[in-house]
T-cell receptor, first 113, second 113 residues
Framework: NAGVTQTPKFQVLKTGQSMTLQCAQDMNHEYMSWYRQDPGMGLRLIHYSVGAGITDQGEVPNGYNVSRSTTEDFPLRLLSAAPSQTSVYFC????????????FGQGTRLTVV | GDSVTQMEGPVTLSEEAFLTINCTYTATGYPSLFWYVQYPGEGLQLLLKATKADDKGSNKGFEATYRKETTSFHLEKGSVQVSDSAVYFCALSDRSNTDKLIFGTGTRLQVFP
């Protein structure tokens, strides 16, 4: 049982480049989300999805796109990378009941130069 | 909007010392409250939770009680171990049909032998 799998683990981008961070879960969870973790700021919600075909914005959505074509996958796209997007990105999934456990991937450390 | 405030770290303790990490919250409704732990190089994992007032969550010797009157959810452990060294995050969920979490900034705990 793999849980939540994120790829890649590390990535360096040049300003203006685009890329997709992959996230997959094998627990049949309806709810998936992306957070970014920055020093002194905790984790902040970027985008989330309550099921296939449904996505919504979180606290810091600018510069990121998401889609949810299947229950298992929830990729995060950086359209034109900026140094301000240097961060550690975490994908999470859960049953979407508001009081149940969220399961996190191991994170992607992204550096934009 | 909803928010979580937790004490800044790092918290440095000797093995077998008593641990308290303070967490207070602001919420319009009746949130569920969580403590997540992040070990070095890993994603977050649930440590404990409480879903209603006066509930006590406990796991691995850690405890926290949901105090509605003081809007607090302080994390305690009677005797810490070196293996408890990690970053601890307090979080709340608004109990909607999502698992959207609002995190505090995190508190780094360092335990020395």
């Amino acid at each position: 049982n793999a849980g939540v799998t994120q790829t890649p683990k590390f990535q360096v981008l040049k300003t203006g480049q685009s890329m997709t961070l992959q996230c997959a879960q094998d627990m049949n969870h309806e709810y998936m989300s992306w957070y970014r973790q920055d020093p002194g700021m905790g984790l902040r919600l970027i985008h989330y999805s309550v099921g296939a075909g449904i996505t919504d914005q979180g606290e810091v959505p600018n510069g990121y796109n998401v889609s949810r074509s299947t229950t298992e996958d929830f990729p995060l796209r950086l359209l034109s990378a900026a140094p301000s997007q240097t961060s550690v990105y975490f994908c999470a999934s859960g049953r979407g009941q508001g009081h149940t456990e969220a399961f996190f991937g191991q994170g992607t450390r992204l550096t934009v130069v | 909007g909803d928010s979580v405030t937790q004490m800044e770290g790092p918290v440095t303790l000797s093995e077998e010392a008593f641990l308290t990490i303070n967490c207070t919250y602001t919420a319009t409704g009746y949130p569920s409250l969580f403590w997540y732990v992040q070990y070095p190089g890993e994603g977050l994992q649930l440590l404990l939770k409480a879903t209603k007032a006066d509930d006590k969550g406990s796991n691995k010797g850690f405890e926290a009680t949901y105090r509605k009157e003081t809007t607090s959810f302080h994390l305690e452990k009677g005797s810490v171990q070196v293996s408890d060294s990690a970053v601890y995050f307090c979080a709340l969920s608004d109990r909607s049909n999502t698992d959207k979490l609002i995190f505090g900034t995190g508190t780094r705990l360092q335990v020395f032998p």
